[in-house]
């Protein structure tokens, strides 16, 4: 019993001891403070200098000797230096593949396939000008020109149409068909003396006049040059080209109007230009498209020149509509010596149509 009442005293003795001592010994630490790291070569300690401790007693070099060396992994031998760490981003896509411009569309002009059509109508803007000679000879004497306008009283300036269709039969031939009807009249008052067939008019007299002319092609196209941005063609036509004028004035037989008619059967060859200038990426293609005619046969020369641009616009189902336009001249001049009838055109012309 006595040996059990002394070692609980003793237990209760270091129980107590611990209680008191715990707190003492939870106030004691030592704060140390670590500089970041800097570039400094292998194997110098300056780094560690940096850590202090604020214990009393203890001095900062004792805490450096016996603190733990940290050393970067970039720190090598070979290196010398650490290198910051930085991430590289991959590019979002190859370049050149997806992000890279995108291709412009081929440059392809547009044109009729087998067994299409091509319709248009061309307004004509042109200046009026030519001559009417009837008849060539006046008391052995070679007769003075009429002009169609100062002296006979034609506008000057006309608004022509023009209609033309093709049909492509095959690959490279089609057939095509164009008219021009012309129907002019006017009046004036005679400035100079002329003779219109067998009689004279004097200077002061009202003449009125009415011009009817057709201009009328039907002819055969190749194209020997038929790639995707090019199309060029010959083609041979046969030319109609009816005319009648009917001069009413004081002095004039068959009164109120003398008639003259002069109908032209002509052959005309030309060719025809097609070149891509530059196609959007909607389909649409801006191209040039010129045409050269040269009419003969029956003493008469015809030039037809038709410098221009076309718009083509996609319709589907290789379905375009376009709208042209340029400058234009047509010419007539005749070669004979009992009547001549020279006439010339020339203007801006604009133009629209289908292929279908």
Known sequence: ??????????????FGSVVIAFPYDNQ????????PLVDVPYGSNSALSGLKSDYPGTPSDVVSATAPRFEPASYRPYIGYARPISKVKSPVCAPGLICGPKPEPPCIVPRRFCRQWEISAQV?????????????????????GVDLTDDLGLPKHPVLGEYSAYYQINWNWAIYYSIMPINLSGTAVTTKPF?????????????HTNWSFIYQRLGLM????????????????????PQQFKVACSVCPNWPASTNDRTRQMLMSGINLRKC??????????ACDSEFSIGYLDNTLVLDIEPGLRFSVPLNCNRWGFVKGGYRWLSFNENRNDLQMNLYLEGAYVEAGLIF
């Open 277 to 286: 200038i530059r196609t959007l990426c909607n389909g649409a293609t801006l």
């Open 195 to 207: 003779y219109y067939g067998n009689w004279y008019v004097p200077v002061g007299e009202q003449v």
């Open 1 to 14: 019993m006595k040996r059990s009442t002394v070692t609980l005293l003793v237990c209760l003795l270091f």
């Open 222 to 241: 190749y194209s020997f040059i038929n790639t995707c941005n090019a199309n060029v063609s010959i083609y041979t036509a046969w030319l109609y080209n």
């Open 124 to 144: 004509f803007l042109p200046r009026l000008s030519g001559t009417l000679q009837w008849p060539g000879m006046v008391l052995g004497q070679p007769a003075n």
């Open 28 to 35: 004691k630490f030592i704060n140390v403070i670590i500089d």
